[in-house]
């Protein structure tokens, strides 16, 4: 006799997985030269991504954000010439043609203001009818910074400290209003202050209580930072264990910290964003990953992808021959907006050993050292994986980064969601309005 595992947000003693989809905007997960890739700017696939995340009844629709083009040896680096549009508004925009999936954005906590965001965000929860969401991101670049008015950036030491008075803030002028009650169907507006660190303000919030509260607050990041802050304030993690093993470690020891802020477990969803492959069988499918493996790290990217551990200009390098044997400078500054690679040399190390032991070129070391798919099988095979991940503990849930845009989803909602819904392990429907209620969390207390 097996026991099941325990978890939260169960349904008749299983716990339920919850799916997310993020759209696959100038990340390196997509693969531009496929014929079927579409547009990454155009409204049309914003709608259909999502309009196809709701036929599956995943949770929210995740987008990424950018402050600034990213620049490779002083050119705009080639993943970037689509431009990056800012989050909310193509959600505001969303909220009109989906009806319950949850809408999330990301924005910097390091180059926005409490009171202008925290507004943006209880609108499109207005809007939405309670479905709007806020991935917290922080920058210690000066790179970015240099496109805001006072130019300078944040010490790493100090974006976290900002970013969590920031959400505080934030939260204290959501409370301002007073919730609807009889006699007031909106509430009351009331007089606000916040002196801290980061912040002093004072006045009255424009915006009456939303629907859920409170949006929903995602967190990126695995850093002891992160995991920390994840802990003590936020709603859903969005990490990048790939592992069963690497899951259940980082799953433990993030809940295991929420105690201490007085939270139970439940009351944060950890979702690690993964990619899946799918084929008729396990050997087809895996066939289809290595061939879009290869797409993704065409020979071009593949010696951007060095330079960018090495500093320096590789061009001159044959992608399909030896790694470089010089070393790399740890102080360039060849590639700008991008997260800096935090030991070079070790890493250059690593990847050296691997390329002689394997006899692997400067393209198949990129390919066999950078992200690649999570899951990869047959539909069953895909099911029953993501399933034990979530039983096991290794995960809340999934947000999806499929390499097509925007029709990417549309074999995972097809094959894949029919067989977790058989298993009893997903939703058949949503059982709420608001992104809270799919999510099984709980309604922000108002602090009046």
């Known amino acids: 006799m097996t026991t099941e595992p325990t978890g939260t947000g169960t349904t008749a003693g299983r716990k339920q997985i919850h799916l997310a989809a993020h759209f696959p905007g100038v990340n390196s997960t997509t693969v531009w030269t496929d014929p079927r890739s579409g547009s990454q700017i155009d409204f049309s696939s914003f709608e259909r991504l999502a309009r196809t995340a709701e036929r599956g009844k995943f949770d929210f629709f995740f987008l990424a954000e950018g402050l600034r083009l990213r620049e490779h040896n002083g050119l705009i680096h080639d993943l970037d010439v689509v431009g990056r549009p800012e989050s909310l508004t193509v959600l ?24 202008e965001l925290a507004r943006r965000l209880a609108t499109l929860d207005h809007l939405s009818a309670g479905r709007a969401a806020w991935n917290v991101v922080t920058s210690s670049d000066a790179f970015t910074g240099e496109n805001f008015r006072r130019g300078g950036y944040l010490d790493r030491a100090d974006r976290y400290t900002r970013a969590a008075e920031f959400v505080a803030t934030a939260r204290e002028l959501w409370d301002s209003w007073t919730p609807a009650g009889p006699g007031s169907p909106h509430g009351a507006p009331r007089p606000f202050a916040h002196s801290g660190r980061h912040f002093g303000i004072e006045g009255e919030f424009t915006v009456p209580r939303s629907p859920q509260g409170h949006p929903v607050v995602i967190q990126a990041g695995d850093s002891e930072e992160g995991r920390e802050f994840a802990a003590a304030t936020a709603d859903v993690v969005f990490t990048r264990h790939g592992t069963l093993e690497a899951g ?8 295991a910290r929420m105690a201490k802020y007085g939270r139970n477990p439940s009351d944060l969803k950890i979702m690690p964003g993964v990619t899946c492959v799918l084929g008729d069988s396990d050997a087809e499918a895996q066939e289809r990953a290595a061939e879009i493996r290869r797409q993704q790290v065409s020979p071009q990217n593949a010696i951007l992808a060095l330079e960018r551990v090495w500093g320096r200009d590789l061009s001159a390098y044959d992608p399909e021959g030896p790694l470089p044997d010089i070393d790399p400078d740890p102080d360039s500054g060849l590639v700008q907006g991008r997260v800096r690679v935090s030991d070079p040399l070790a890493v250059a190390a690593r990847w050296r050993a691997l390329s002689e032991a394997k006899g692997l070129s400067i393209r198949a070391t990129v390919i066999e050292t950078t992200a690649r798919q999570s899951f990869i099988g047959t539909p069953e095979t895909v099911a029953g994986a993501l399933d034990t991940f979530v039983r096991t503990d290794a995960a809340d849930g999934f947000i999806l980064v499929p390499h097509l845009t925007p029709g990417g989803l549309d074999d995972f909602v097809d094959l894949v969601v029919p067989l977790l819904q058989e298993r009893g392990a997903f939703r058949t429907d949503y059982a709420g309005a608001t992104l809270r209620s799919h999510l099984g969390l709980p309604g922000p207390v108002w602090k009046g």
């Open 92 to 115: 505001s925009a969303l909220a009109a043609v989906t009806g319950r999936l949850g809408l999330a954005a990301t924005v910097n906590a390091t180059f926005n203001e409490p009171y």
């Open 248 to 255: 259940r470690a980082f799953y433990a020891d993030t809940k």
